[in-house]
């Protein structure tokens, strides 16, 4: 029996000289303690040297897949020309079937072939002529990061983790702010309680205390750069009846270093904000279209991927973010969530409560096809996107209305039903048929009044000038 055996260098062909020791494989390793035992038990047939490293990446994935790459075909095809009675023993099972289909080869795994590939790893180097340990390890090494890095798929124009890095840190931020700015407002609030209650813009509130100040100086600060005339005036008279305590100036300096945090975090926000919309439309253009960008990165953010979020079924993309209102009602057998992170995006919001339901539903079955175009087509148009959500605001204008609008062959629609009510037509008599003046044509109506219906004499009428 032959024993196919894969090394990072490249493949080898091993002769069994004795079969007898797959039936006793418990005690196989001793026959495997030094290189002349193990050279009584195997001998190499054949070696096909990888010529570089590409070769030995196309191996390594062909291998990991279960299929027979072009180098082992002419190998194996060379060998079982001159031994065609031979067996061939495999590592995987899944290849020996390859191997089977595509050559006729009759291929043996199991668990015997299995302890016997782990005893000829043992002694691999000396029954290769010519190959070195280090040869080995350096060659392991590199097919090991060849083929990490295929697995990765790295690719700079299809980087979704960079997505799902950039809204979790922005969430992150927004949650910072919030807290920041809250902080702000309350400790400045001690002194000066009543601008809360003016201005209600977080920006403005901190550009305004930043240039304020202690309340004393309100009357001689310029606020037209930060607020409109009407509310610096409010804010100057309430500064001089404010019921506030007073503050020293070292409260007033970490206030305002407070106040310089919030800037520079909100400056970073926006900038991080660009950064995500640009990404989301090289990344996934058709979803952002249709969901926007926030909605679109949280999407894939808690799909995992892009490729995982492609995956998933419309019904799944529209309730991803409610899962413990899934699992409660499944558990309660109550009524299921309608949406998830897809009730944010623009369709859903602008909908009316009745809709939102059905809005989100179809919004998803879109989603799931722009999902699907981005991740796998070979083309980055955004054709399909614009053309699903013309047709998505097109069906939410006709639910918010009651009903579809017909532009044209109304008038057949109501003479269709009509002959099913009871209604006829009736002809009413025109009375310029008596008429006896001449006609442009020098006809009268009265000459021709027996011989004409009282719908020609219309038309005639009507068509004179």
């Known amino acids: 029996m032959l024993v196919l ?23 196989l390793f001793e026959d495997f303690e030094t290189t002349e035992k193990a050279n009584k038990v195997v001998q190499l047939h054949n070696f096909k040297k ?19 790459c072009k180098p082992l075909k002419k190998l194996l095809k060379k060998v079982f020309a001159e031994e065609a009675h031979e067996q061939l023993m495999v590592w995987d099972a899944k290849l020996g079937n390859s191997i089977k289909e595509k050559i006729g080869i009759q291929c043996v795994s199991n668990a ?44 700079p124009d299809k980087v979704d983790t960079m997505i799902v890095q950039a809204i979790s840190l922005l969430d992150d931020i927004d949650k910072e702010l919030n807290n920041y700015i809250m902080r702000t407002r309350e ?23 930043m240039a304020m100040g202690t309340r004393d100086k309100a009357v001689n600060t310029d606020f037209s750069e930060i607020l409109p005339e009407e509310i610096e005036e409010k804010v100057k008279e309430a500064a001089e009846v404010s019921m506030g305590t007073e ?28 950064y995500l919309k640009n990404r989301m439309v090289a990344i996934a253009p ?24 492609a995956k998933h079924p419309a019904s799944t993309i529209q309730i991803l973010g409610a899962e413990k209102a899934l699992f409660r009602a499944l558990k309660t057998k109550h009524a299921t969530p309608k949406y998830g992170l897809l009730y944010h995006a623009q369709l859903v919001t602008q909908s009316s409560t009745k809709h939102k339901g059905k809005m989100s539903r179809m919004l998803a079955a879109k989603a799931a096809l722009a999902c699907r175009y981005d991740a796998l087509g070979e083309e980055t148009t955004t054709d399909m996107g614009i053309e ?73 009428m009507e068509s004179e000038p």
């Not at 010529?51 to 030995?56: C, F, L, R, V």
């Not at 037509?425 to 044509?441: F, G, I, K, M, R």
Request: charge should be neutral; glycine fraction near 8%; aromatic fraction near 8%.
């Open 187 to 209: 400790w400045y609030g001690w002194h000066f309680p009543e601008l809360s209650k003016i201005i209600s813009d977080h920006q403005a509130y901190i550009r305004t205390v």
């Open 112 to 155: 015997s072939v299995n302890e016997l590939m782990r005893c000829i790893k043992s002694q691999v180097e000396g029954l290769i002529p010519g190959l070195q340990e280090k040869e080995l390890a350096a060659m392991s090494l590199g097919l090991g990061h060849n083929l990490a890095r295929y697995k990765l798929k790295f690719s």
């Open 247 to 274: 503050v020293t100036e070292d409260d007033i300096i970490n206030i305002h270093s407070l106040c310089e945090q919030v800037l520079e975090l909100t400056e970073y926000r926006s900038q991080l904000f660009e």
């Open 5 to 27: 055996f894969e090394t990072a260098a490249g493949f080898a062909i091993f002769k069994l000289l004795d079969e007898k020791k797959l039936q006793k494989v418990e005690n």
């Open 388 to 460: 699903n959500r013309a047709k998505l605001a097109l069906k939410l204008a006709n639910a918010e209305r009651g009903g579809t609008h017909r532009i044209s062959g109304t008038g057949k629609t109501q003479a269709r039903h009509a002959k099913y009510e009871g209604e006829s037509e009736v002809n009413q008599y025109h009375a310029a048929a008596d008429s006896t003046l001449e006609s442009s044509s020098k006809r009268k109506f009265g000459e021709s009044s027996e011989e004409q219906t009282p719908k020609k004499l219309k038309v005639e």
């Open 286 to 309: 058709n979803l952002t279209i249709l969901v926007g960008e926030l909605v679109g990165a949280r999407l894939i953010s808690h799909a995992g991927s892009l490729i995982n979020l």
């Open 50 to 68: 990888f010529a570089d490293y590409t070769d030995a990446l196309q191996a390594g994935v062909a291998l990991n897949e279960g299929k027979l």
